[in-house]
């Protein structure tokens, strides 16, 4: 167990509206990512963060920002939310040891009315 | 940049056949690791095998085995005696030996086992 918790776990939102996803984890991993899961694509990865306020763009940031503040928290925020944000969001962390597996969170299932 | 794919977007077999799923990859550089991720339907993304690229020794656990390949470029993955269980998505995916280690994953193989 990674200790990785999402937040929300569900929501739905109207299109134009912000929505902010957190990811909390108690391991102390340094690297932290976000992907989306869509039907055909598998997961992509969004954004990742290699340490306290260093992130870096992943293949589809387009219409994403993200904010690591702490160590344990990691947030991905959509600023004016499309129905092509659809998607079930996952955060995963890594230890820095060696090419080290991805642990991942629960996900979070976002709709975009 | 590397890639995956999955060419075998869903299989239905009946339990206790044996099959397997197949994994290409593309990339590079010559230090690379590759993974195998199981879906199940609750939805959480469970870590199966770590491979590296200097590593070619076939792997078995219980009733999972992986042939990997570097002449073929492929990662596959074989369960035999499939059971109900088995039941989930799969997901092959690669990461270069380098600091950050971002994991490409390919499209997934639903896996389907009958009773």
């Known amino acids: 167990d990674a200790g990785i918790t999402q937040s929300p776990r569900h929501k739905v939102t109207e299109t134009g509206t912000p929505v902010t996803l957190r990811c909390h984890q108690t391991?102390?991993?340094?690297?932290m990512y976000w992907y989306r899961q869509d039907p055909g694509h598998g997961l992509r990865l969004i954004h990742y963060?290699?340490?306290?306020?260093?992130?870096d763009k992943g293949e589809v940031s387009d219409g994403y920002s993200v904010s690591r503040s702490k160590t344990e928290d990691f947030l991905l925020t959509l600023e004016s939310a499309t129905s092509s944000q659809t998607s079930v969001y996952f955060c995963?962390?890594?230890?820095?040891?060696?090419?080290?597996?991805?642990?991942f969170g629960e996900g979070s299932r976002l709709t975009v009315l | 940049a590397q890639k995956v794919t999955q060419a075998q977007t869903e299989i239905s077999v009946v339990e206790k056949e044996d099959v397997t799923l197949d994994c290409v990859y593309e990339?590079?550089?010559?230090?690379?690791?590759l993974f195998w991720y199981k879906q199940p339907p609750s939805g959480e993304l469970v870590f199966l095998i770590r491979r590296n690229s200097f590593d070619e020794q076939n792997e078995i656990s219980g009733r999972y085995s992986w042939n990997f390949q570097k002449s073929t470029s492929s990662f596959n993955f074989t369960i035999t005696a499939s059971q109900v269980v088995d039941s989930a998505v799969y997901f092959c995916?690669?990461?270069?030996?380098?600091?950050?280690?971002?994991?490409?994953f390919g499209g997934g193989t639903r896996l389907m086992v009958k009773p």
């Open positions: 963060s290699y340490g306290v306020k260093d992130t």
């Open positions: 391991e102390n991993h340094r690297y």
């Open positions: 990339t590079r550089d010559t230090t690379y690791y």
């Open positions: 995916a690669l990461t270069l030996g380098d600091a950050g280690n971002m994991l490409t």
């Open positions: 995963a962390c890594r230890g820095d040891r060696g090419a080290g597996e991805l642990f």
